[in-house]
């Protein structure tokens, strides 16, 4: 089966994801969408096995509540992509706006190059469902706010405020942070083996996606930390006790 062609230029965004749904509830899995243009919610909620490639600049909250399926940008992402996603792949070849993997609940984000403000905010994960993103370049303020699970790899430099609240979950920082820059609660280490084990595989998937756009990184060649929580409850001292 040939994949479904589209020319998004001027369509209005319900027309555009209407046509998406009809075409996969008769069995389409693989689209190429052509001149995005702010168009939002594309791929929202498609399941395991539909593709996406797009090229220009999808809208606000693509991939919300994605279930599996994949998306590449050749392009750039705007605001809240990945919403609350629960599961498959995001690529974007280019940066992304504010609040990308908002309350994401698993799944991961490739991101070549930087990203805005609180990127990863209410990431969570259950079980073996564990969210991550990856960030080329540096990220604005607020990273991986209330983050309660996932994974957040962060390549270039963090803004302030760096995980305001975060009471599970990972943050992996290339070069560390100043420890006078920590958040109360939270605490930065260096990585040990499976962490870096973790890395590398993750810089082998971030080569290959952007092969000829970035210089290969080597995790041998760099130093990573760790921010995690130093609670789970980090605001339990609030509550009454009975």
């Keep these: 089966m040939s994949a479904v062609k589209m020319t998004l230029a001027t369509r209005e965004y319900r027309e555009v994801n209407q046509e998406i749904r009809d075409a996969v509830a008769s069995g389409e899995t693989e689209f190429e969408l052509d001149q995005a243009l702010g168009q939002r919610y594309i791929g929202d909620a498609a399941p395991s096995g539909v593709s996406f490639t797009i090229k220009g600049t999808p809208g606000n909250d693509m991939a919300a509540y994605m279930d599996g399926a994949s998306i590449e940008v050749h392009g750039n992402g705007q605001d809240q992509i990945g919403n609350t996603m629960n599961d498959g792949l995001i690529v974007v070849h280019g940066h992304v706006g504010d609040a990308a993997g908002y309350a994401m609940r698993g799944g991961e984000i490739f991101i070549r190059d930087y990203c805005g403000w609180r990127v990863g905010i209410h990431m969570k994960q259950y079980r073996d469902k564990r969210p991550t993103v990856v960030i080329g370049g540096d990220a604005g303020s607020f990273l991986g706010e209330y983050m309660a699970g996932g994974r957040i790899l962060l390549l270039g430099k963090p803004g302030n405020y ?81």
Excluded at 221 to 241: C, D, I
């Design 162 to 242: 760096l995980g305001t609240g975060m009471h599970g979950g990972v943050m992996y920082l290339r070069d560390g942070i100043p420890e006078t820059d920590v958040s109360k609660g939270l605490a930065q280490l260096e990585c040990d083996e499976d962490d870096l084990a973790l890395i590398a595989s993750y810089l082998e998937r971030y080569n290959g996606y952007f092969a000829g756009e970035v210089e290969p990184l080597d995790v041998a060649s760099m130093r990573f930390t760790k921010l995690v929580p130093e609670s789970s409850r980090p605001y339990a001292s609030m509550y009454a006790k009975s």
